[in-house]
């Protein structure tokens, strides 16, 4: 059985983007990933890779204004930035259901600031900044699906 717990670290954006695009290859539909870091840690680098693993070739924004960006891939990606938000009110009027538990891919950054509003079956990952380029990486999950998603991303760094 994989592991429900892994730490990386990259050196680069490359690194960080090649870990995202692991995780976009292997991505099935309703997979959920949960971004958790300062800014500049790497959340919206990490989701590049993430969308180019599912077969776009361009690059994932911020939706720090918007909220949510869309990008039709190989799966729908849900880019979701909660920075901006202030309240779980605030968070449950986006109407997260629709993303978490439909037919594409979802990633949230700033997570952390929504407890409790995800379903139990998500890949959390913290990102750490450790100096310019450098990034400690934290990948966390309870159930199976996540595991195993742990172990291919782990493996593409």
């Given at each position: ?31 959920v ?78 997570a ?9 079956e ?32 782990t493996?593409a760094?």
């Amino acid at each position: 059985m994989a592991s429900g717990f892994a730490e990386v670290v990259t050196y680069g954006p490359e690194q960080t983007q090649a870990l995202g695009r692991a995780l976009g290859a292997a991505a099935r539909a309703g997979d959920v990933f949960l971004l958790a870091g300062v800014l500049g840690a790497g959340k919206t680098c990490l989701t590049q890779g993430i969308l180019w693993g599912l077969g776009l070739d361009e690059y994932a924004r911020s939706p720090t204004f918007v909220l949510v960006a869309e990008y039709r891939a190989r799966l729908t990606l849900y880019h979701l930035d909660l920075y901006r938000l202030d309240s779980v009110d605030e968070v449950e009027a986006l109407g997260l259901d629709e993303y978490l538990y439909g037919d594409g891919v979802c990633v949230v950054e700033w997570a952390d600031k929504a407890p409790g509003a995800f379903p139990p079956e998500h890949l959390f990952i913290r990102l750490e900044s450790l100096d310019e380029n450098t990034r400690r990486i934290r990948l966390t999950a309870d159930d199976e699906r996540n595991r195993s998603l742990i172990e291919v991303a782990t493996a593409a760094v």
